[in-house]
């Protein structure tokens, strides 16, 4: 088939307008495609919102609602103190708004500041805040107070408007507890943990009743959920070394607590647990390792004293066991317990100042020989048989 120059020429034309029309098309469709979404975790979220409210901020723009937006963020975070830092911040700008006094009340009851939280909570409702958080926060508040009748009745008034809500049922389980009901206390708090998993209250006194009433597998396997959850809580870490010990097993709770020693260095009621199961298991080095920080906190405490000078007694360092011992006496003048490591040390190094009978001794042998040829050695004799007369006359009565 043969083309003339005309053909040929407008079919080449047509060729170039058609790969130029996709060409535009492909621009187009690449001008409206949608770029893929950033996926970025809750931590990076935050971070990127606590930079831009610390810019707002440093810019002067609108300090008292960004202080607020950034104190919420902390208390999320639980870094308490910089949340009530921020807090106090706000209402120093505005005195008037009632969500900043809620807020404040709820950093005050996590600090353990109750009469604060208490005063805050008060001030918030006084300015018409109305909230289940609101009523929720003055029910655990009252109840940690011993004012049970009061908050039952916020409680109440809680789960009339958030019949679901996680924290209110934590609240109750802490009522009920309060007053000796232990099985309805764990169901409350079983709710809650299922309603709301990062409650972390909720978890320590479940495990805490759970203890108490020896059901140590459940306390073991609750602790165990809560710590995949948070595995930066030394408290879990305490409980888990608890428990431990009371299923006898002294080694693996020493374990426990030295990990809630490292997470939290403050943590006196885990260097106290390291230094007493390091002495019952005679891992002294370890107990003393707790027994010096918590001297550095109470120089002038009997016990600690004794407890690390009955350590040094025991590695063999009597020198500083004297020491530690005379504290003791000074701090409690005739205290036994530090007069009965002084006299053992005594007795420990008068046992070198006098000659021993057994030579070997001064070799450095450590233990007494026994000297054979001042032994009889004699032959056991059997012993008589007796016999013994059978009564015929008496019978057996078999029943």
């Known amino acids: ?6 053909t040929l020429f407008t079919v080449i034309i047509l060729v170039i307008l058609t790969i130029a029309n996709q060409s535009c098309q492909s621009d187009a469709r690449n001008a409206t495609r949608i770029p893929p979404t950033v996926k970025k975790s809750r931590t990076q979220w935050e971070n990127d919102a606590l930079l831009s409210l610390t810019e707002l901020i440093n810019r002067g723009i609108d300090s008292d609602v960004n202080y607020f937006k950034r104190a919420r963020i902390y208390f999320d975070r639980e870094q308490y103190n910089e949340a009530l830092d921020d807090i106090n911040e706000s209402i120093y700008e505005q005195d008037n708004i009632s969500e900043y006094f809620l807020l404040r009340g709820k950093i005050n009851r996590e600090l353990d500041k109750i009469d604060n939280a208490l005063e805050d909570a008060q001030r918030a409702e006084a300015l018409q805040q109305s909230s289940p958080e609101l009523y929720v926060l003055l029910a655990d508040i009252l109840q940690a107070k011993n004012r049970f009748g009061e908050a039952a009745g916020y409680l109440n008034q809680a789960l009339k408007m958030a019949p679901y809500d996680g924290s209110a049922y934590f609240v109750k389980g802490m009522l009920q507890a309060r007053q000796g009901d232990s099985l309805a206390s764990l169901s409350s708090f079983d709710y809650a943990m299922n309603v709301n998993p990062r409650l972390f209250r909720a978890y320590e006194r479940s495990t805490d009743i759970l203890i108490k009433l ?6 073991l396997a609750i602790n165990e959920k809560a710590i995949q959850r948070f595995p930066s809580k030394a408290t879990l870490f305490f409980e888990r070394g ?6 006898a097993r002294p080694d693996t709770a020493l374990l426990n607590y030295e990990k809630a020693a490292r997470l939290n260095p403050d943590y006196d009621d885990a260097l106290m647990k390291i230094a007493t199961t390091g002495i019952s298991i005679r891992e002294y080095y370890r107990a003393v390792s707790a027994l010096d920080k918590l001297y550095k906190k109470q120089p002038k405490s009997k016990e600690i004293n004794n407890m690390l000078g009955f350590c040094y007694e025991k590695i063999g360092d009597f020198e500083k066991a004297r020491g530690y011992y005379g504290t003791a006496l000074v701090v409690a003048p005739g205290d036994q317990d530090a007069r009965y490591g002084l006299y053992r040390i005594r ?3 008068n046992e070198g100042l006098y000659d021993s009978y057994y030579p070997e001794e001064k070799q450095g ?12 050695i004699r032959t056991i004799q059997p012993r008589g048989t007796t016999n013994i007369r059978v009564d015929s006359s008496r019978k057996a009565k078999i029943e």
């Open 347 to 349: 007795q420990r190094e």
């Open 1 to 6: 088939m043969k083309f003339d120059r005309s």
């Open 365 to 376: 042998t450590g233990y007494k020989l026994l000297d054979t040829s001042r032994v009889q």
């Open 214 to 219: 020896k059901n140590i597998d459940k306390a």
């Open 242 to 247: 608890e428990i431990y010990t009371n299923l």
